[in-house]
Every structure is written in C-alpha cells, then in structure tokens.
C-alpha cells in the first residue's frame, strides 16, 4: 500500500485533535478549540506520523499549481469547453487576472494550509522523543519549505510564520515577509531537511535527503545563486541514487511511477472520489482528467475536459528526430491516423474544446486501465512527478555556464539529457550554451508547470508571453479578501 493512501483516515483523526486548516470559507482560518494546546496528542511517534501524513496531504492540492505554470506561459492555452469555462483559468492564460481570481485564492489558502499541518508539527516538535524524531522533522521542514516556495514563486511577500500555527485573530496583525526573508527561512528548512534523512526512506512517497537538496538547488537558482545551486546539485548528482529512464516513453506511465529518475514525486491514488466543490479533497491527480481529449472515444487513452492545450508553436520547437516529441504531446489527428482501424474501422473520434490545438499534455492525460474507483476526471492515480534527475542535470547545467563559469560540464549535463532524446551533443560556451539550456528545459520538462517560472527569472517572459507585463506579471496579486480580512493593511502586488 502506497504510504499517502492513509492520508485521508490520518486527516480526519487530526481535525478531531485541533489540527488548524485555512478555510474555504472567507474566515482567515479556522480552529477546532478542542484540545487547541495539542495536551492529548504528540505523545507517541504515531502521534507524529499521523501528524506528518496531514501534512504530506496538501501536497495533492497543488495540482493548479501545475497546470497555470504551463498555462501562464506560452506553452500551452487555457481550452476548457467555452471562453467562460473555468474564468481564473481563462483570465490567466489571457494575462488579465485579478485579485478575485478564483484558482489563485485557492492556491493560496491550501499553501497556507500545508504550512499550517508542516507547523503543527514544529510547534510541538520537543514534546516527545522516539527513535525516528529526526526523519519525522527533516520531512516536515522538507514541506514547509515547499509550501512556501510555491507561495513565494506566486506572490512574493507573503507572512511567514515558523514553528507556529497563524491562528484565528492573526490576521489583525500578521505582516507580509519581504520575499528574501522567505527565501532565507525556505534554505534553512532544506539544509535542516538535507542533514537529517536518509538517502532512500522505507516507505516509497517520503521525502528524502537528495529530494531537499534538489529542491534547495531549484531555491538557489531561483535567487540567481549559481554557485550554490551548483554545489548542491553536483553534489545530489555524485550521490545520488538517480539515473535517467533509458526509454523516455515510460516515465509518465502509471507502471512506471517512483524509478530510478524520480527524486520527488507527489503521489497520487485512486481510493476516495471528489467533487468540484471540493476538488482539493480528491486523492487523485485532478489535472490529469483536466487535461485529456473531450469525449475521447480511441485506444490508449480517456476523455477529459480539454484544458491546458500545447499550441502548435511549444510542438513544432522539438525537432522531428526528437524521441519526446510525442510523448510528451499528443498530436491528436497524428494519432487518430495512425489508428484508423479502431472500433472496427469506424476509427478515432473527440469533440474540439475552446481554442483546440490539435495538441494536448500527454505526460498528464487519463489513460485506459487507470484502476479507479471514483470519478475518472477527479481521481487519476498518475503521480506528479515534483522533481526528476533530468531537471537536476539541467539546472546544474544552467547553474554551472551562469555560476562556476564550467561550460564543460555544464555541456556534459545537458548532453545527457540531449542524448536519451536521440540528439547530437552541443559544442558550444557562454551564451550560446545558455540558450540551448534554456531551450532544453522547455523541451524536456514541457507541461509540468515550470516553464512560466523559468521566463520570468531568467527575464524572458515579456518577449515570449503574450500580454505579459514587466513589472506586474512577475509575480500573481495577492487574494482580494486576504487583503480585506487583513484590515487592508496589506500592500497589493504591483499593477493590480
């Protein structure tokens, strides 16, 4: 049984406990008061655990985040059925978001949420002592810092609480932390998390040493601390237990989910359906049905509500030798021609959604045999994979041509990757070989929501992004009734 299928029983025993969760009503958070000093609970190591799954949970919210870091960028449109399907989608892919936009809030209360569990936990983090303390609070500041890195790449300054819950009444008087701040807090967690746990945990889904010290060199790198990043990630690369897939078509099928290329990966099941008033409480991959073909009826795949459609520009970057190419999008007609034969003749078929490509994210559609016991489109057990080794060796290889000034092994990383592609190797230095950097990550981590972060810290987004803005779009505004339930203390983001 995968570790985070406990989630949801775990979850409810910790509401019963005063587990504080930021609400998905307009309270700034809301508090269970029973036993609010925790004086019954935290008194074994299942305590912990139990404590620690809760936390782990949030994680499964952040499949928005997934989806508006392609979105937002120009690597794929908003689809869906209609112009009006979804607006926070629509007006992000558009560059005309606002304060009231929807599937912001949303990322904002349930990364608020994560932190909330994460610091629960280090609230009370000496109450007890057992013999797997420090494995327990490595993966704990490992969430943390992930929660609010995800915060931080949205909007910036945003509070930071440490080793504390932000309780009802904080919001008469917490204060948005300059982002360096957060910065700063995000790296120590990861050093903390980096020090004390193992290289591989006994339970596949746990966070390990080499998945915070990957995390930390995305942190640096974020921050333009090419050296740093570099150091880490050299270091997770030496160490490390990783290795590339050597056929790329399996790293995003469901058989082949936490290999040997998985540093992180956020996991997913099929074991409890949801609702769309309550997406957040699915444990399926809510994206992966978002994604897929409108009434698809083919081979190998599921129908899905059609959003986040690559555009024939993001397709047409690869070159046709390129064995990602179509795996990593679907070109739909591409493929129904090549099933003609199907249902005996009568062949492929789907209905074009809003600002059909002809494309869609393959990494992340449903696909036919997804053992599922809920909603098909709100419960796909396909893990996100968070963090994979070829990411690793891009960064570092982007961290070493910026940083160290070791074009050569800054060459020898990305060439790796080029190579499982069927590419020939770059030769080039300097600029050159940023640019076929950055051009790799595009095609190599292409809809798994990095790409709009990537443009706008290397300072790329105004001249790819339609509509974007410099000075505004940088970062996302913060929720409108945050602000309010803050007594308009708060300073909104820039241009909004």
Request: one cysteine or more.
């Amino acid at each position: 049984m995968r570790f985070l299928q406990k989630t949801k029983k775990s979850f409810i025993l910790l509401l019963g406990v005063g587990l504080i969760t930021l609400s998905c009503s307009d309270d700034f958070v809301s508090v269970n008061s029973e036993d609010e000093n925790s004086e019954d609970f935290f008194n074994s190591e299942a305590d912990y655990q139990s404590a620690l799954i809760g936390a782990y949970d949030l994680l499964q919210s952040s499949y928005i985040n997934v989806m508006l870091g392609e979105i937002a960028s120009n690597n794929t449109l908003a689809g869906g059925e209609s112009a009006i399907d979804v607006p926070g989608i629509q007006e992000i892919d558009d560059m005309r978001h606002t304060p009231v936009n929807a599937q912001l809030r949303d990322i904002w209360s349930w990364m608020f949420a994560g932190v909330n569990r994460a610091n629960y936990i280090m609230e009370f983090k000496d109450k007890t002592d057992f013999s797997g303390r420090d494995n327990v609070l490595g993966q704990t500041t490992f969430l943390r810092a992930y929660y609010y890195f995800e915060l931080v790449k949205f909007f910036g300054d945003v509070p930071l609480a440490v080793d504390k819950r932000l309780l009802f009444g904080d919001q008469n008087t917490v204060e948005r932390t300059p982002a360096a701040e957060v910065y700063t807090q995000i790296e120590l967690d990861l050093i903390f998390a980096a020090d004390n746990l193992p290289v591989t945990q006994a339970e596949q889904g746990r966070v390990t040493k080499g998945a915070a010290q990957a995390l930390l060199g995305r942190v640096y790198l974020y921050q333009g601390k090419y050296s740093l990043a570099a150091s880490v990630l050299d270091d997770v690369i030496e160490t490390g237990p990783y290795s590339l897939v050597t056929d790329f078509s399996t790293v995003f099928e469901n058989d082949f989910e936490n290999n040997s290329e998985s540093v992180f990966e956020i996991q997913y099941t099929d074991e409890q359906g949801a609702g769309f008033g309550c997406l957040q409480c699915s444990e399926g991959n809510v994206a992966v049905g978002f994604n897929g073909p409108r009434n698809f009826n083919g081979p190998l795949f599921e129908s899905g509500f059609s959003f986040n459609v690559p555009t024939e520009e993001t397709y047409n970057a690869y070159d046709e030798s390129d064995l990602r190419r179509d795996i990593a999008i679907l070109n739909i007609q591409a493929f129904a021609d090549a099933n003609q034969d199907y249902n005996d003749g009568a062949g492929v078929s789907w209905v074009e959604g809003f600002e059909h490509t002809g494309y869609f994210n393959r990494k992340y559609i449903p696909r036919q045999g997804d053992s599922n016991t809920g909603d098909q489109n709100l419960t796909n057990p396909n893990n996100y994979r968070a963090i994979r080794y070829a990411d690793v060796l891009l960064m570092a290889a982007e961290a070493h041509n910026e940083g160290t000034g070791n074009d050569a092994l800054a060459r020898l990383y990305l060439n790796t990757v080029r190579e499982r592609a069927g590419l020939e190797d770059v030769s080039a230095g300097g600029g050159e070989l940023l640019e076929a950097i950055y051009l790799e990550r595009r095609l190599e981590l292409v809809g798994e929501g990095h790409h709009f972060f990537d443009l706008v810290r290397t300072n790329r987004a105004e001249q790819d992004i339609e509509g974007f803005t410099t000075g505004k779009h940088e970062l996302f505004p913060i929720p409108s009734v945050e602000i309010e339930l803050a007594g308009n203390r708060w300073q909104q983001n820039p241009g909004y």
